[in-house]
C-alpha cells in the first residue's frame, strides 16, 4: 500500500506556469505506475498523464499533450507535473495516482488533490 500527498496547487493567470508534486510513503514507490488525473467543476474525472514505474514510458492526453510533463524521482518517491501555457479550462483539483497500468485509467490508490486555479 502506498499513500500519497500531493501540494504545489495554487492560482496562477492564463499562460502561467506550475508544478505539482506528489511525494509517496513506503519503500515501494519504483513498483508503481504513477499518473495524474484532474476533476473540474461540474466535470467528470479525467486521466491526463501517466508514468512508467522506471519514468521510460509515459502517456499524455489530448488536452495537455505538449503543455503537461509527467516525471519522477524514485529516489525521492515523488512524482511530478510541469504544467505549462495554462488556459482557464485547466482549472481543477489534481489527483496523483499509484497503480500497475500508466496508459490506462485503471489505478489502486489516491492522493486528496490540490487545487489549481487558472484565471482569464
Known amino acids: 500500500q502506498v499513500q500519497l500527498v500531493e501540494s504545489g496547487g495554487g492560482l496562477v493567470q492564463a499562460g502561467g506556469s506550475l508544478r505539482l508534486s506528489c511525494a509517496a510513503s513506503?519503500?515501494?514507490?519504483?513498483?508503481?505506475?504513477m499518473g495524474w488525473f484532474r476533476q473540474g467543476p461540474g466535470k467528470a474525472r479525467e486521466f491526463i498523464t501517466g508514468i512508467s514505474m522506471s519514468g521510460a514510458g509515459t502517456y499524455y492526453a489530448d488536452s495537455v499533450k505538449g503543455r503537461f510533463t509527467i516525471s519522477r524521482d524514485n529516489a525521492k518517491n515523488t512524482v511530478y507535473l510541469q504544467m505549462n501555457s495554462l488556459k482557464p479550462e485547466d482549472t481543477a483539483t489534481y489527483y496523483c495516482a499509484a497503480g500497475n497500468y500508466y496508459t490506462v485509467d485503471k489505478f489502486d490508490y489516491w492522493g486528496q488533490g490540490t487545487q489549481v486555479t487558472v484565471s482569464s
Open positions: 513506503g519503500r515501494t514507490f519504483s513498483t508503481y505506475a
